[in-house]
């Protein structure tokens, strides 16, 4: 007895000192714009003060093309990070066949998640064979208008309700000088077609393209209109008036000299870190003010599997960064800044501001699986090329537009 | 001797009468001839110049004048906030540590991957010249078509590989990965050089008894200077200046200065700091820059003496 | 090791030296220095290029754990406009550099072997461009070229209203903003090499053109370029395994757009590969851009290898 005593007081007391021990987990994600950067560092401050531990912040500067191979080739190559950020959906989901990321059904068991996450849909890319294997954030949608108050001071008129007078006020827009819609180069374009889907065709035609997959619905007439409108506003943009990132797209709004975007919420992240108001400086249009449903995703952090011998601190600290990243007061925290909606229903968001309240509101309605969240990274690429070219290839007819988004519809998995 | 005489033809200040340059007579300064010869050279000194002054220049302006729009005017009151800004505090994401980590990641892995990748290239180089085997050639064909192969084919299984040796994502994987693809260009140089070098040396030294090692490092190396001295500065600038292998194999606590630059430049946060940029941009070319200047000439000899004999 | 025993069993039965012992033991000493170019040459350049053929015939998406499916992947790739409008890209590029790079590095040695002044200074400017990387490069050219506030903005501000130079951001002229970059790093390096082969040439040439009364232009077009092959060859090398690689110009200067009418193969192949999950589709494009590569090699290969007699 009194030997078992002696072991129990050591292992506790090597316990005692292992959990007291600072341990570095690093966590890679590619939040690297103002909004981003400044939403982070939320959970950043909470994993550190609640744990003592630290967070070793990597972050990489250009997502899908940039971070993304990084994260995958360090997971694939045996040389994991702590934890990572991706998009909730299916760029992980061989990863999490293959077995190299950690199972968190253990971590959050007594948490009891399904009760509190807004969408059980959300948790779906996670599972695989019973275990879970990430952990949903936030929620994004790219269902957002946003409009320049500055720019519709310019030419004397209210800032439209809805699409159909946004794309009414383009002529005086053009003639005040100002750049009707503001785009940034590059995969920004890619989000654009899934929210005129929504907005345009409504909540059948994104189900029947983006769950089931269903490429009649693509050479549908309600479909049609998405390509329509997508050629009517590569009217008014022009290659030379690109600007470099999103949040270039951001101050031009601010300034007025862009009057309007498409772009998903983490935008409104930019626009408050500019000092933007939403209400004064900039509108908001959830599902283009026509629909009643947003389409939406977002952002999951997974834990990869840590190589053999790692010490017990290091996997203990991985539970933890999971356990706070799901919890209350960093969820609030977090997605204020992020300008995302939380994943958990029972917090209060009283403090969030007029676009999110539109947007929780909306939420309600239940939500609707967005491109990046139901389809193969492989097929949004494929889409994205197709959106790239023909925003700035008007020898592309509607047809053609529609003729190839159909076939990749019908090869996708 | 005719490889003597061409290795002295090329070098870069010709002081003797065998080594003068090509070309007609000398003749007064101002021929129209001489005038036009000038002024071509003048215009394209221009164009390899403009965009050194506009990136110097740039990152010593503050953003309101950089905004005011002209390239070419000079700073009015020159500032190097942007430089010290670039090199300790800009920030990617959470960590505002500017270039200067990655500045000693790149010292880091460029010395050991130079060093290792010139000795096996320059043993490599001696081997194919002077003790040829039975399907050397056909290797050294290989690694020829192998330089053309673009990058992105072998990394996949490259990752793969180092997994396999447990060394992905460290020192030791961006090493080998430099020396592997340092190799067939090297190998070119160092075989085409030792090409050029007398047979005699080597037959005398072989007759006399000396073997594979002996010759290389008493009679070969001595006579290779040059040759060293362009695959220091091809290597040194050319895994200075490289972003894919540091950014796939180094793993994260060894990015080179390349991967924060486009980090830093890529990362909006609020408005672009073009002078930021600029001066990011600078301090990472500085470096290959600078190797380039005090070796200049050195440089021009050895390129031409491993590729006048191709 | 069952190879190491072979050779000895042979040579004992048979008086002379086994085939296998001749092979491996003739020259001992340069097969162990050379080793680690025979591991590169069969592991990575061989043994990761089968790899690369082989997961280019199957369905693999983020591991390469998929099916065989035959030509599929190769059938999606000539289907889709990116990989078309990259490889047409690819070639309007790489033979205009070609050409540039070698008439420009051509012409600025002739000059500079005019027995001019200040040969030093003009060489150091045209050639210090090479020590910097493509991404410093892209950064640069992408600064000046940028439409508001480069040279485009700056000529407008000093009175030229109608000044336009907005070729990365117009789809039909980007490619040549591309090429003005490109030329601008690495046509000085030509003209290094170019200027050590004319001062290869024979002095006793130029003595006997001059004295035949051939003008100098034509000696060099019809007497001096043909004996410079080997330096050219090397040039086109060089130029050439650069020019397959375009990537991190690309991705620096005007990442692939305006729209796609800046892409090239390698970032095909690294989209598809890594961003798009699509291990497949990635590979089959870079078996294409192999396949193109010892196409245009084999000629010179034949020329370099095939031709020619051991020089020992």
């Keep these: ?41 939320e959970f950043a401050k909470a994993f550190e003060a609640e744990t003592g531990n630290t967070w070793v912040d990597s972050a990489l500067a250009g997502s899908g093309t940039g971070a993304n191979p990084v994260i995958i080739s360090r997971i694939i190559g045996g040389d994991p990070m702590g934890a990572t950020q991706m998009n909730t959906g299916r760029d992980a989901e061989e990863l999490i066949q293959a077995g190299l990321m950690r199972d968190l059904t253990d971590v959050v068991a007594d948490m009891d998640i399904e009760s509190f996450y807004v969408d059980a849909s959300l948790l779906e890319p996670c599972r695989f064979e019973g275990g879970l294997y990430c952990l949903p954030i936030n929620i994004h949608s790219w269902d957002w208008l946003w409009l320049s108050t500055a720019a519709y001071e310019k030419i004397g008129q209210p800032v439209p309700k809805d699409w159909n007078e946004y794309v009414a006020s383009w002529p005086a827009l053009q003639d005040a000088g100002v750049l009707p819609f503001g785009l940034a180069t590059g995969w920004p374009i890619s989000g654009v077609p899934g929210v005129l889907m929504s907005g345009l065709g409504g909540s059948d035609l994104v189900l029947a393209i983006n769950r089931d997959k269903d490429a009649s ?99 203990d600290a991985q539970a933890d960064l999971a356990r706070i990243l799901i919890s209350p007061e960093a969820q609030l925290n977090f997605n204020m800044v992020k300008g995302s909606m939380p994943i958990r229903t029972d917090i209060d968001l009283a403090a969030a501001n007029p676009c999110m309240q539109k947007a929780l509101g909306m939420l309600g309605n239940g939500l609707l699986p967005s491109g990046d969240f139901a389809l193969t990274s492989d097929t949004q690429q494929q889409l994205q090329d197709l959106s790239i070219e023909f925003i700035d290839d008007d020898s592309i007819t509607v047809d053609d537009y529609v003729e190839r988004y159909a076939s990749i519809i019908e090869s996708a998995e | 001797m005719s490889q003597i005489s061409t290795m002295a033809s090329v070098s870069p200040a010709p002081t003797g009468a065998a080594v003068e340059p090509r070309g007609p007579r000398p003749k007064p300064f101002f021929t129209p001839r001489k005038i036009i010869i000038y002024s071509i ?162 037959k005398a030294a072989r007759v006399d008894g000396a073997g594979f090692w002996r010759i290389f490092f008493e009679i070969m190396l001595p006579m290779s200077l040059p040759i ?68 200049g000439k050195w440089f021009v000899r050895g390129v031409a003496a491993g590729a006048v004999k191709g | 090791m069952a190879d190491t025993a072979l050779p000895l069993e042979a040579g004992a039965k048979v008086n002379r030296p086994s085939l296998l012992k001749r092979i491996i033991l003739h020259n001992l000493p340069a097969k162990i220095a050379a080793l680690p170019m025979m591991v590169t040459v069969l592991v990575v350049f061989v043994g990761c290029t089968l790899w690369t ?124 903003a591309l090429l003005i970059a490109g030329l601008w790093q690495g046509t000085g390096f030509c003209m290094v090499l170019m200027l050590a082969g004319l001062r290869g040439v024979d002095e006793e040439i130029w003595k006997a053109a001059r004295i035949d009364g051939i003008p100098t232009w034509r000696t060099y077009v019809s007497i001096v370029v043909p004996m410079m092959r080997g330096v050219m060859v090397t040039a086109v090398v060089i130029i050439g395994s650069g020019i397959v690689r375009l990537y991190d110009l690309v991705v620096a200067l005007t990442n692939g757009g305006p729209g796609i009418s800046s892409e090239v193969p390698a970032k095909y192949v690294y989209n598809y590969m890594f961003s798009g999950g699509n291990i497949g589709q990635g590979l089959a494009a870079a078996t294409m851009m192999l396949l193109s590569v010892i196409i245009i090699l084999i000629p010179w290969a034949y020329l370099e290898f095939g031709g020619k007699g051991r020089r020992t």
């Design chain 2, 228 to 295: 060293f001295v362009v695959a220091l500065i091809l290597q040194v600038t050319g895994i200075w200046n490289d972003f894919l292998f540091g950014v796939v194999f180094a793993g994260t606590q060894n990015y080179p200065m390349t991967v924060q630059l486009n980090n830093i430049v890529n990362s909006a946060q609020g408005t672009p700091e073009y002078n930021v940029n600029m001066a990011a941009t600078v301090l990472t070319g500085l470096v290959p820059l600078a190797v380039y200047f005090v070796s």
């Design chain 3, 53 to 176: 053929i082989y997961y280019s015939f199957t369905n693999s998406k983020l591991l390469p754990t998929g099916k065989f499916v035959g030509i599929e992947q190769y059938e999606r790739l000539f289907a889709t406009s990116r990989w078309n409008v990259s490889v047409t890209n690819l070639i309007t590029y790489g033979v205009l550099s070609l050409i540039f790079t070698l008439v420009v590095g051509f012409i600025l040695a002739v000059l500079i072997d005019q027995k001019i002044r200040f040969e030093s200074a003009f060489r150091t400017i045209m050639l210090y461009p090479f020590a910097l990387s493509f991404i410093v490069t892209g950064l640069v050219w992408q600064w000046i070229m940028n439409p508001t506030l480069g040279l485009q903005g700056t000529m407008r501000n000093l009175g030229w209203e109608n000044f336009t130079f907005d070729w990365i951001a117009n789809p039909r002229m980007v490619l040549y």
């Design chain 1, 1 to 41: 007895m009194k030997k078992f005593a002696v072991v129990a007081a050591m292992a506790t007391a090597l316990m005692g000192t292992t959990a007291a021990m600072a341990v570095d987990l690093e966590v890679t994600h590619w939040w690297t714009s103002a909004g981003e950067a400044a939403a982070i560092a």
């Design chain 2, 41 to 202: 050279l003048v215009m394209f000194s221009l164009y390899y110049l403009f965009p050194l002054y506009v990136m110097f220049t740039t990152s010593l302006k503050t953003m309101p004048e950089i905004r005011f729009g002209n390239i070419f005017s000079l700073p009015t009151a020159p500032s190097f906030d942007a430089w010290v800004k670039a090199w300790t505090s800009a920030c990617t994401g959470l960590t505002c540590e500017g270039l200067a980590p990655g500045f000693w990641n790149s010292v880091k892995i460029t010395i050991p991957s130079t060093i290792i990748s010139i000795f096996i290239a320059a043993v490599n180089g001696y081997a194919l010249i002077n003790w040829r085997f039975k399907g050397s050639e056909i290797f050294f064909a290989i690694l020829i078509f192998g330089s053309f192969i673009p990058y992105q084919v072998f990394l996949y299984p490259l990752v793969m590989i180092t997994r396999e040796m447990g060394i992905f994502g460290s020192l030791q994987a961006v090493i080998i990965v430099h020396t592997v693809f340092g190799m067939p260009i090297l190998t070119l140089l160092f075989r085409n050089y030792f090409a050029s070098l007398p047979q005699e040396l080597f």
């Design chain 1, 217 to 315: 619905a693509v050479r549908g007439p309600e479909f049609r209109k998405v390509a329509e409108a997508l050629d009517s506003l590569r009217q008014v943009i022009s290659p030379d008036m690109m600007v470099p990132s999103f949040g270039d797209v951001g101050t031009q709004l601010l300034e007025g000299t862009a009057a309007g975007n498409i772009h998903g919420d983490w935008l409104q992240g930019d626009l408050q870190v500019a000092g933007g108001v939403p209400g004064e400086n900039y509108e908001c249009l959830p599902a283009l003010g026509l629909g009643d449903q947003l389409t939406g995703g977002g952002d999951s952090f997974y834990f990869p599997k840590l190589p053999e011998g790692t010490d017990q601190a290091v996997l």
